[in-house]
């Protein structure tokens, strides 16, 4: 009975559920949403939602949001790499985060730019990109790496969940402080084991452990378009991930809010900052409580 119920992966979603939720976060479980292609009710493993900063003086939240696909299976997913190539550097996206955008007229795409956060990230700080990946299974005695409808299958549903969340939330802000927010989401498939990287640029490379492995791709649907990235994670590198990659992003928005409260809001520093009787807002900023959202 146990062994059936954990290959259904039941029990291994509840072990990853788990785990997000002692690091602070409100999870829901099984998340339905609309495919907006195909009209029909999906479902992602765990929505996640952590709210790192509330400042009511200056009406301003950061949130974090994960969509998790739990992935508990034998067969090894192994990421090829390369170089990232100047351009590569240059073409920053961000599809997944959302900035009050008045600050200038610019695709939502280019805020990451605009503010400079590319250099605060872990991917996009990275000097290698992944360009194909594959999954490893065996048949009879001969191994096969498949990736046929693999990127459909992985990629797809968790692109689709986070673009229809994405809705729930403005991105123009048109009075003077009116609540503004961050909003940033993070798709993470999540495997027991099994993650490999191979670099390209090396003829005597051999396939090596990972705990984390992006990837980023670029896809064009009817109602998805973009470049978008998904993080493929370990269960024992998760905690790392968490709190060290995800929420060291969002923490440094917050650090950066803290020097300067102004710095994200969509009117900028041509507005009169607030009238405060408290402390200097600067020193007033703390991560908020988690909150359903």
């Not at 396939?207 to 670029?218: E, K, N, W």
Request: aromatic residues 12%; proline residues 4%; negative net charge.
């Amino acid at each position: 009975m146990m062994e059936a119920l954990r290959k259904s992966g039941y029990l291994f979603e509840h072990e990853v559920a788990i785990a997000v939720e002692r690091m602070g976060f409100y999870v829901e479980r099984s998340h339905a949403y609309v495919d907006p292609d195909e009209g029909k009710s999906r479902e992602v493993d765990i929505r996640a939602f952590k709210m790192v900063l509330n400042n009511k003086t200056f009406k301003f939240q950061v949130c974090v949001h994960m969509f998790i696909e739990c992935k508990d299976s034998d067969s090894p997913f192994v990421f090829l790499q390369t170089d990232k190539s100047e351009i590569d550097k240059e073409a920053v996206e961000g599809m997944e985060y959302l900035f009050p955008w008045q600050t200038n007229k610019s695709a939502n795409a280019m805020m990451m730019r605009h503010y400079g956060l590319q250099h605060e990230h872990y991917y996009y700080k990275e000097p290698k990109k992944s360009v194909q990946f594959a999954k490893i299974v065996r048949k009879g005695s001969d191994w096969f790496a498949l990736h046929e409808n693999v990127y459909d299958a992985l990629i797809l549903p968790q692109v689709k969940a986070v673009k229809e969340f994405m809705k729930g939330f403005g991105m123009v802000h048109s009075r003077p402080y009116e609540h503004e927010s961050i909003q940033l989401y993070f798709n993470a498939i999540v495997v027991r084991d099994h993650l490999f990287m191979l670099d390209l640029d090396r003829d005597d490379a051999e396939p090596q452990p990972a705990g984390r492995a992006s990837f980023q791709r670029q896809i064009e649907m009817r109602s998805v378009k973009g470049k978008y990235l998904v993080d493929f994670v370990t269960q024992s590198y998760l905690e790392t991930y968490v709190q060290n990659e995800v929420l060291g992003f969002a923490n440094e928005i917050v650090r950066q809010f803290g020097e300067d409260p102004m710095r994200f809001r969509s009117h900028g520093a041509n507005e009169k900052r607030p009238n405060t009787d408290g402390p200097d807002p600067g020193e007033n900023w703390r991560p908020g409580r988690i909150s359903l959202g």
